[in-house]
Structure formats: C-alpha cells, structure tokens
C-alpha cells in the first residue's frame, strides 16, 4: 500500500529566505508524486507532479521539488519565500496506473509560515 | 473553463440524517473522486467513479454512497450521520485511464458540519 510522511508540522521561514518542505514515500513500483497547496476554508490547488524524467520538477508559483529514489524523498523547495506562501502543503503519491485506477494518498500535510 | 464545482459550500445537520453533496467536474474530464479532510487531518479517499460505475473504494462504511451521471457530475450520499462525519468534502476531477498520468483538479470543498 502506498503511503506518504511529511515529518514537520510547521515549517517557519523569513521572508526571502530559501524553503524546504519534506516528504518521503512508500509505493510499490514507480511512483507518482504531486504536491498540493490548500489556503484557508480552500480546496487543494496542485502546483507540481513528478511521473517520470528528471528529478528537479519546476511548477507554479517558483516552486520546484527534487524527487530521489533511493531516498524516497520529494522535497518541496523555493529559492525565496514570499510572504503570500503561507499556507498548508500537502505531498501525495499515486501508484502506477498499470495496477488500475489509483487514488491519491497524502500526507498530513506541513503549514508554512513566512514572516515578514 | 470553469473548474471544480461543489454545492453546497456550507451544510449543517443533526445526527441521523441524510447528507447529498454534488460535484461538477473540469470541462473535459471524465472521472470523479471524492475525499474527506477532517480538522487538521490530510484527505482521506472515499470513492472514485468513472463511466457512471465506482472503480475504487477507500475505507469509508457503506453509509457513503455516490453516483456519477452521463454528464461526469457526481453526488456523494452519506446517510444515518455521525458527528465524526463533520468535515470537508473534496471532490476532485481527472481524466480516466486514456491519461494516466494527469494531476487531479480540486474543488473548493463542502464544509459538513454534523450537530
């Protein structure tokens, strides 16, 4: 089965500053990995997925993740925080869809706030 | 394009009743899942359905029923409710096997309050 852990509860950066947000996985085979955001009293937007290719994602917003297999790992990064990321991240995995139609499993996600 | 569309945003009711969301998907995608996100909790899976049939189920009690029309809008039923169904519903819409590899678009949620 698949599952995901995200570590921090809360991540605190100051504005500017570069920010990590950690997730590891478990799937059996080849994973798909996504990242979503959620904002107060919001649905999820998704910003970036990993299905193959190179390890460095770039998606919305400058933000950008780093896939490692023999880590497990999708780290959420970005070179500079703003002010207006503040909000509640969430790390999925689906597995191969060769298995079937798969749903997504998350995390419990990590708040992030940035001060100014 | 309009994306997600839940209905109702806001919904309270007492314990024993019988709850129905609806969901409109993304213009063009044809599949529909439904989660459930307690307080402070990640989404959970509930169901998901595709060609108007439920392909795959999470660990949710038969209480938690849906339905997807020809139109790949869909209803999420949740009878006899708890107080531990008070939640926010997300659906989210996608497209099917034919892409397998395509992110999920989420609604904005129904927030279920169970009193």
């Known amino acids: 089965a698949q599952s995901v852990a995200q570590p921090e509860d809360q991540v605190n950066v100051a504005e500017g500053n570069p920010l990590t947000v950690k997730c590891t996985y478990s799937v059996s085979g080849n994973p798909y990995l996504f990242w979503y955001v959620q904002y107060p009293n919001r649905g999820l937007q998704f910003l970036l997925k990993?299905?193959?290719?190179?390890?460095l994602v770039k998606g919305s917003y400058g933000f950008e993740a780093e896939f490692n297999k023999s880590q497990t790992s999708f780290h959420l990064k970005k070179p500079s925080a703003l002010v207006s990321d503040s909000a509640l991240y969430f790390c999925?995995?689906?597995?191969?869809?060769?298995?079937?139609?798969?749903?997504?499993?998350f995390g419990t996600g990590t708040r992030l706030l940035v001060s100014p | 394009d309009a994306g997600v569309t839940q209905s109702p945003t806001h919904l309270i009711k007492t314990r024993g009743q019988q709850v129905t969301l609806r969901c409109s998907p993304k213009?063009?995608?044809?599949?529909v899942s439904w989660y459930q996100q307690a307080l402070g909790q990640g989404p959970q899976f509930i169901f998901q359905?595709?060609?108007?049939?439920?392909?795959q189920r999470g660990n949710f009690p038969d209480r938690f029923s849906g339905h997807q029309f020809p139109n790949y809008s869909s209803e999420l039923n949740v009878n006899a409710l708890l107080l531990g169904d008070s939640a926010l519903y997300l659906c989210?819409?996608?497209?099917?096997?034919?892409?397998?590899?395509?992110?999920?678009?989420f609604g904005q949620g129904t927030r279920l309050t169970v009193v």
């Open positions: 999925a995995v689906r597995g191969p869809m060769n298995t079937g139609f798969q749903k997504l499993v």
């Open positions: 213009s063009g995608h044809d599949t």
């Open positions: 359905y595709y060609e108007e049939e439920e392909r």
């Open positions: 990993y299905i193959t290719g190179d390890n």
């Open positions: 989210a819409s996608s497209l099917g096997s034919r892409a397998a590899n395509t992110e999920a678009f």
